[in-house]
């Protein structure tokens, strides 16, 4: 899950890290109100959208006056922003942080990942910040440099005063840049983030640094027990489909094939997808309806997948164990009837009550294609394509 700039930084600032002032506006004049609060000569317009690279599309202007402040509000809000992240349809702005401008004498990279392969969390810092950081670890990887945590100890001091002179820090800089180290490492430990990026960490006037960008986001899984930062939330930031699959306690995830999977089990969605592939066909998404899936649900499952303009055929493949045949084809069944379904539909049944569900299909009278394994499956659901094409 992620979250906007403002609110990282927020979030931030409760743990020690150094931010500029500032607040998020959704309008021209409370834009304006909140510059004219925030005093000074100078604030930066930022477009808040779940993706980097504002600064080269133009989500991120310096504003000398608070007309500029007004017009640079005007000209994000209700437009699609394109950076090097969006892809080119863009994204949405619907609201921008207005914020104190810095003036910054050199730009820092710092972030925090979890690498799988040490199962650590993983500093990751570099004296050349900025805009083309992405770039710099291409070009020169040994610009990069890299420091796990352990667990048990946490992130030592020693180790953020080894990061901060590596990142060519020097005098009190190296205790500031080791402060927000450890706020930043307490943040992501806290609040389960899976990444954390401040970019650039900056050196402002007389030497002080601060995060003048923050990125963070966060497992999904464990959210659970951090009603804080579930409530930061950005819904209009997500794939619309899967927000309503999640609504409905069903996990999608969109592809770009043509075959819609609905299966039960995380593992089943990948032995689907291979098999299909396997036969040369393309998975369009997969939605997993979990165990003890309701006639309503694998309704609802149908709707999802089919709000996907490139499905042209659906294969249904469930192993029950939790489940039950005989619920899923009812659902089947159900959705048949109340969903205007073109496309042709694959159908696989296995386990608990098999024996209840397949004659609940047949009876129905709908053309449902009934195959006996995963691969007869597959196999059924690329010919079906292939001669439809
Ligand atoms: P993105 O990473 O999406 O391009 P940033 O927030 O990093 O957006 O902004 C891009 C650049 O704009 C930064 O690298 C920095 O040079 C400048 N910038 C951002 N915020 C400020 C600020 N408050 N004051 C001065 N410059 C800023
Ligand atoms: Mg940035």
């Given at each position: 899950?992620?979250?906007?700039?403002?609110?990282?930084k927020e979030?931030?600032?409760?743990?020690?890290?150094?931010?500029p002032n500032g607040r998020v506006a959704h309008n021209v004049d409370n834009a304006a109100t909140i510059a004219e609060d925030l005093g000074g000569e100078r604030w930066v317009v930022k477009a808040q959208i779940h993706a980097g690279g504002r600064g080269k599309g133009g989500g991120v202007r310096v504003a000398s006056s608070l007309e500029e402040v007004r017009q640079f509000t005007d000209e994000m809000i209700g437009t699609y922003l394109v950076t090097p992240q969006t892809g080119e349809?863009?994204?949405?702005?619907?609201?921008?942080?207005?914020e104190q401008a810095c003036k910054i004498n050199k730009e820092y990279y710092l972030g925090m990942v979890i690498d799988r392969a040490t199962q650590r969390i993983t500093v990751i810092a570099s004296a050349s910040g900025g805009m083309n950081i992405e770039e710099v670890a291409k070009t020169d990887p040994d610009r990069v440099i890299r420091e796990a945590v352990d667990p048990a100890i946490g992130l030592a001091g020693f180790q953020c005063r080894k990061i901060a002179a590596r990142m060519g820090l020097a005098g009190k800089q190296i205790g500031e840049a080791a402060k927000i180290m450890q706020a930043l490492y307490r943040?992501?430990?806290?609040?389960?983030?899976?990444?954390?990026?401040?970019?650039?960490?900056?050196?402002i006037d007389e030497g002080r640094l601060m995060a003048l960008d923050a990125k963070m986001s966060f497992d999904s899984n464990a959210m659970y027990r951090h009603s804080d930062i579930i409530e930061l939330r950005d819904f209009d930031e997500e794939d619309v489909k899967e927000v309503e699959a999640s609504g409905h306690g069903l996990n999608y995830i969109a592809l770009d094939g043509d075959v819609g999977c609905i299966v039960n089990g995380a593992g089943l969605a990948m032995a689907t997808m291979d098999a299909i592939s396997f036969h040369k066909g393309r998975p369009a998404n997969f939605l997993d309806v979990g165990g003890g899936a309701s006639p309503e649900k694998v309704g609802n499952a149908f709707r999802i997948v089919l709000q996907d303009p490139n499905v042209k055929a659906i294969l249904v493949n469930i192993f029950a164990g939790i489940n039950r045949c005989d619920w899923i084809a009812e659902g089947l069944v159900q959705a048949m009837r109340d969903q205007d379904i073109q496309v042709p539909i694959v159908v696989r049944l296995a386990g608990t009550n098999v024996e209840k569900g397949a004659p609940i299909l047949k009876a129905s009278g709908f053309p449902f294609i009934m195959a006996d394994n995963l691969d007869d499956a597959a196999t059924k659901v690329v010919a079906v394509l292939e001669a439809a094409a």
């Open positions: 899950m992620n979250i906007h700039e403002y609110q990282t979030l931030l600032r409760g743990f020690g890290v150094p931010v349809q863009g994204r949405l702005v619907q609201r921008v942080l207005i943040c992501f430990r806290d609040k389960d983030a899976l990444l954390a990026e401040i970019n650039p960490l900056a050196a």
